[in-house]
């Protein structure tokens, strides 16, 4: 399909220009500069692998830990100096934050935050590299625009992002992204109704539903609409193909979306759900609004109401003021949750958030004790839930390249569960097979073949 962006630029005018991007962050920062490559090709630019063969450079940064930021800046760093004259520009969360932290890193021609990233098509067009960086900055708290491209920007992914969210209200106190990426707004309904169905119809087996606050969805749109009425039009419109969900917060999980998720041929059955703390004391300071008990009850829900999907649990571990109590709080409840797999993040003090002025921050030493001994649980959970699947038939998404190590094929099944597959012939990149489980690996890897 010839793809055509909005904001497109002439034709021509930048024809020999090569471009990397280096995108940091989450899967929001991924379908960005997804649909940034997608102008970019359009304008006749070539996009290249290799960052010292690139006339232009775009570092995507994130700043969501103390770590996220220093990989943005080292990314920058290396660019740079991968390619001395290329123009390199800096965006995303980062440079929302802290533009003038990038704006000092010598080398860096334009900092660029997300209010303003819409320009980056035709400062690459107009612009040449500079000795002295120049920043394009806006105010986030009342951005309210949601840009949505003329037609959908599958990147290069089998299993397409489509962003159709974007920021939160919610003001978690350890949590930067409201400040970074402003309120929350959505992409308007006829457009995620033709995104989606578009990407099913070019072939995608799968398309993932990303959003920073992807239970906000619809709340800012005139008519007022919501998530689950998107997925249940997207149910009834589809004939094929399947709908994921990123992640959703735990009050947004509603008895209407578990109905739609078990009767749905077309919607996932995997929920991925921040929990963040199991001692309802830490969520209360957290400012998350559900206690240690409701989660439980919640989890318990879709086990019954799902008994097959894929329930991914975040963890951020080392809250302010988290003791050896709470954090026990944290670990015997999740011990007995019905989870398959965790995320665990360790705390990270982030500068303008009231929990980074909280007394009590817990000792570097102390968090990555507590982080490992959660990563280790998080291991024994995905290994009790891939052993579940011996023996059944999966339907499963099949990604583009072999795994190195077994070289079979590889795909995800709808309740996220990652398969190796062998096949008599080459299976086509994204689209729906159904594999077999044989055995697990002794790493707990799940294998079969094409049934
Ligand atoms: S819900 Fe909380 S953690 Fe999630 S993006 Fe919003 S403020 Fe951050």
Same mark, same amino acid.
């Given at each position: 399909m010839d793809f055509q962006c909005v904001h497109s630029l002439k034709q021509d005018t930048i024809m020999a220009k090569t471009f990397y991007i280096?995108?940091?962050? #989450?899967?929001?920062?991924?379908? @960005?500069?997804?649909?940034?490559?997608?102008?970019?090709?359009?304008?006749?630019?070539?996009?290249?692998?290799?960052? @010292?063969? &690139?006339? =232009?450079?775009?570092?995507?940064? #994130?700043t969501v830990t103390h770590k996220a930021s220093t990989q943005s800046r080292q990314a920058l760093r290396q660019a740079i100096k991968a390619h001395q004259g290329?123009?390199?520009? &800096?965006?995303? #969360? $980062?440079?929302?934050?802290?533009?003038?932290?990038?704006?000092?890193?010598?080398?860096?021609?334009?900092?660029?935050?997300?209010?303003?990233?819409h320009l980056i098509p035709r400062i690459i067009e107009k612009e040449s590299p500079r000795k002295t960086a120049e920043s394009l900055t806006g105010e986030i708290r009342s951005f309210q625009e949601f840009l949505t491209p003329d037609i959908p920007v599958p990147g290069a992914r089998s299993r397409p992002f489509l962003k159709i969210q974007d920021g939160c209200n919610a003001f978690c106190?350890? #949590?930067i992204v409201p400040y970074t990426r402003g309120p929350s707004r959505s992409m308007p309904w006829a457009s995620a109704i033709g995104h989606v169905t578009s990407l099913?119809?070019?072939?995608?087996?799968?398309?993932?539903?990303?959003?920073?606050?992807?239970? $906000?969805?619809?709340?800012?749109?005139?008519?007022?609409?919501?998530?689950?009425?998107?997925? &249940?039009e997207l149910d009834t419109r589809l004939d094929k193909g399947r709908i994921r969900l990123s992640s959703i917060e735990p009050k947004e999980v509603s008895q209407g979306l578990l109905d739609l998720m078990a009767r749905s041929e077309r919607l996932c059955p995997h929920l991925h759900l921040p929990l963040q703390s199991g001692d309802t004391g830490i969520l209360q300071r957290m400012n998350r609004p559900y206690t240690a008990e409701y989660f439980s009850d919640l989890v318990h829900d879709?086990?019954?109401?799902?008994?097959?999907?894929?329930?991914? =649990?975040?963890?951020?571990?080392?809250?302010?003021? @988290?003791?050896?109590?709470?954090?026990r709080n944290t670990l015997t409840l999740i011990e007995r949750l019905p989870v398959s797999y965790l995320h665990v993040f360790p705390y990270s003090q982030r500068e303008g958030t009231p929990a980074a002025k909280y007394p009590n921050q817990v000792a570097p030493d102390v968090l990555a004790k507590r982080t490992k001994v959660l990563r280790e649980l998080g291991g024994l959970k995905r290994l009790a839930f891939h052993a579940g699947t011996m023996g059944k038939t999966l339907e499963v998404c099949v990604e583009g390249r072999k795994d190195e190590k077994t070289g079979l094929h590889k795909g995800v099944a709808r309740n996220y569960v990652p398969v190796l597959f062998s096949a008599p012939f080459p299976p086509v990149r994204s689209s729906l097979v159904r594999v077999k489980v044989e055995k697990l690996t002794p790493k707990g890897r799940v294998t079969g073949s094409l049934a």
């Amino acid at each position: 399909m010839d793809f055509q962006c909005v904001h497109s630029l002439k034709q021509d005018t930048i024809m020999a220009k090569t471009f990397y991007i280096n995108t940091l962050g #989450c899967k929001v920062n991924q379908y @960005e500069s997804d649909n940034l490559s997608c102008i970019l090709e359009n304008a006749g630019l070539k996009r290249v692998s290799d960052k @010292e063969k &690139a006339d =232009v450079v775009v570092v995507n940064t #994130c700043t969501v830990t103390h770590k996220a930021s220093t990989q943005s800046r080292q990314a920058l760093r290396q660019a740079i100096k991968a390619h001395q004259g290329a123009l390199v520009l &800096a965006t995303g #969360c $980062y440079a929302q934050s802290e533009p003038e932290a990038l704006k000092g890193i010598k080398g860096v021609s334009f900092v660029v935050d997300n209010t303003q990233r819409h320009l980056i098509p035709r400062i690459i067009e107009k612009e040449s590299p500079r000795k002295t960086a120049e920043s394009l900055t806006g105010e986030i708290r009342s951005f309210q625009e949601f840009l949505t491209p003329d037609i959908p920007v599958p990147g290069a992914r089998s299993r397409p992002f489509l962003k159709i969210q974007d920021g939160c209200n919610a003001f978690c106190t350890y #949590c930067i992204v409201p400040y970074t990426r402003g309120p929350s707004r959505s992409m308007p309904w006829a457009s995620a109704i033709g995104h989606v169905t578009s990407l099913i119809s070019q072939g995608f087996g799968e398309v993932v539903l990303t959003g920073i606050h992807l239970g $906000y969805y619809g709340q800012d749109l005139e008519p007022k609409t919501d998530l689950v009425s998107l997925l &249940a039009e997207l149910d009834t419109r589809l004939d094929k193909g399947r709908i994921r969900l990123s992640s959703i917060e735990p009050k947004e999980v509603s008895q209407g979306l578990l109905d739609l998720m078990a009767r749905s041929e077309r919607l996932c059955p995997h929920l991925h759900l921040p929990l963040q703390s199991g001692d309802t004391g830490i969520l209360q300071r957290m400012n998350r609004p559900y206690t240690a008990e409701y989660f439980s009850d919640l989890v318990h829900d879709v086990r019954r109401a799902l008994p097959e999907a894929g329930i991914g =649990v975040d963890v951020l571990v080392g809250f302010p003021g @988290e003791t050896d109590e709470t954090f026990r709080n944290t670990l015997t409840l999740i011990e007995r949750l019905p989870v398959s797999y965790l995320h665990v993040f360790p705390y990270s003090q982030r500068e303008g958030t009231p929990a980074a002025k909280y007394p009590n921050q817990v000792a570097p030493d102390v968090l990555a004790k507590r982080t490992k001994v959660l990563r280790e649980l998080g291991g024994l959970k995905r290994l009790a839930f891939h052993a579940g699947t011996m023996g059944k038939t999966l339907e499963v998404c099949v990604e583009g390249r072999k795994d190195e190590k077994t070289g079979l094929h590889k795909g995800v099944a709808r309740n996220y569960v990652p398969v190796l597959f062998s096949a008599p012939f080459p299976p086509v990149r994204s689209s729906l097979v159904r594999v077999k489980v044989e055995k697990l690996t002794p790493k707990g890897r799940v294998t079969g073949s094409l049934a």
